[in-house]
Structure formats: C-alpha cells, structure tokens
C-alpha cells in the first residue's frame, strides 16, 4: 500500500536529500591522493551532525560507506590511504524528521586510467538508462 505524503513530509523528505546530496559533495572532493577513508568519513560525520540530521550508517563501522577500486560495496572507512588512480565510491546517508535521504557517488583519485574513467562513466549511463525505464507500478 502506497502512503500517499503530506506537504510537510514531502519537504523534510527533500531537506534529508539535500543533506545526503552535500555530505556526498563534500565526500567527493575530499577524494585526493593522501587522504584517508577515515578523515572523508569524520568529515561527513561532522557535516550531517551541522545540518541537524543524524548519519543513517552511525555505528555501522562509520557514518558512511566508502570502497576503493574493487571493494564491494558497504566498504568501512579506516586508516586506509588514497593513492593517485583510485576509484573511490562513497555511499552516505543522513536522517532528520523522520525520514532518510541517501545517495551514493563514485570518483576517481587524482589522474585515473582511460579504462577507469570510462568504467565510471558506463556504470554512470548504465543507471540513468535504468531510471528512463522506471514507471510507476
């Protein structure tokens, strides 16, 4: 059964994806060589916690999700470095008034490959081609 929201809901379910939208922002260009896991997610942390929002990952081994090149997703951010052509994708969250925004985004480290780039940029297609399909229902 569909719920069918409020005016009032439907503007905290905006400001939870506006959150989420710049937490991922501040993410990416945090995403440089010598940078670690753990300081992009302290980062986010603190950048959430301004907004008035809570992280929706805290306590799953950090406030946001972040794998390096072949890691699965869900990846748990660390003392791990970035290098220079890493792919670093980034998965966070943020929770306010009751709801959830959560985005995910995928970056390369410094100069990157042509392969890297174009995988990103394939896997970038792939989904919007996914969401020209979606239809209610």
Do not use: W
Request: glycine share 10%; aromatic share 8%; net charge neutral.
């Amino acid at each position: 059964m569909i719920t069918l929201k409020s005016e009032k809901e439907i503007a905290l379910m905006r400001r939870a994806g506006k959150i989420t939208a710049a937490a991922r922002a501040l993410a990416r260009d945090m995403v440089k060589p010598g940078v670690t896991t753990q300081q992009i997610d302290k980062a986010v942390f603190e950048f959430i916690k301004s907004q008035g929002a809570v992280p929706s990952f805290l306590n799953y081994h950090g406030s946001a999700c972040i794998s390096v090149n072949d890691e699965v997703i869900h990846g748990i951010p660390g003392k791990r470095v970035l290098k220079e052509g890493d792919i670093v994708s980034v998965d966070v969250g943020a929770y306010i008034g009751g709801f959830h925004g959560d985005c995910a985004g995928t970056y390369p480290c410094g100069q990157v490959s042509d392969e890297a780039l174009d995988l990103i940029r394939v896997t970038q297609q792939s989904f919007f081609e996914g969401i020209r399909y979606a239809r209610e229902g």
